[in-house]
């Protein structure tokens, strides 16, 4: 593996390797850094496009995947409708095609480190992507961390990493898993 640079200004470009449908309005896309960076999770990056005609537009998301050693990382994107950038993603970005991004940013909202005190993660749609890279650490790093997940959704449809969060709970004695879906009574069974 490349050697890991720490967190710069500078943007990188990153291939596309993997997209995956979440849900109806979520695509995880799987990116190869160019330069490898060392996060912790609960990070962000920014994405920049550029057009054509120079006119750029940047966003921020969230890193979903667990800080690791590995060149790829995840981020969830959900369409937003009248946004500039998440249409470019759901609907002309492909595996092999290159974006620009850099990070990564920010250190208020954090994966608490090394601890055996429990953790409490409240979210809402797309907000559980940094907690989703919170829990693949935790799981990944074996920590003895007791992790609750408190999720809210629209719909069972709607609920972002749903059957991997299932299998985390059926399979982590040490994790709970609470959801609140806000726009049907019931979840199937």
């Known amino acids: 593996m490349t050697k890991a640079i720490a967190a710069t200004g500078r ?3 990153c291939a596309i390797v993997e997209v995956a449908t979440r849900t109806p309005a979520i695509k995880s896309f799987f990116l190869r850094l160019s330069e490898p960076f ?12 550029t057009a054509p005609n120079g006119y750029t537009a940047m966003r921020s998301y969230s890193i979903a995947s667990a800080p690791s050693d590995s060149e790829v990382i995840e981020l969830a994107i959900e369409r937003l409708p009248d946004g500039e950038v998440s249409p470019f993603f759901h ?7 290159t974006i620009e991004l850099r990070g990564p940013l920010g250190g208020h909202f954090l994966w608490p480190g090394p601890s055996n005190k429990p953790v409490l993660l409240i979210g809402a749609g797309s907000g559980v992507v940094p907690l989703m890279a919170m829990i693949r ?9 007791p992790v609750a997940l408190l999720l ?3 719909t069972w449809g709607d609920v972002l990493f749903r059957d ?6 059926r399979s982590l004695p040490d994790f709970a898993l609470a959801l609140a879906l806000t726009r049907e009574l019931a979840m199937p069974n």
């Open 11 to 13: 943007w990188q470009s």
């Open 38 to 49: 060392d996060y912790t999770a609960g990070q962000h990056v920014d994405v920049r496009l």
């Open 91 to 97: 609907d002309v970005a492909q595996v092999g095609d």
């Open 137 to 145: 650490y935790r799981k990944a790093s074996g920590e003895p961390v």
């Open 152 to 154: 809210s959704s629209r």
């Open 164 to 169: 991997e969060l299932l299998e985390l709970e």
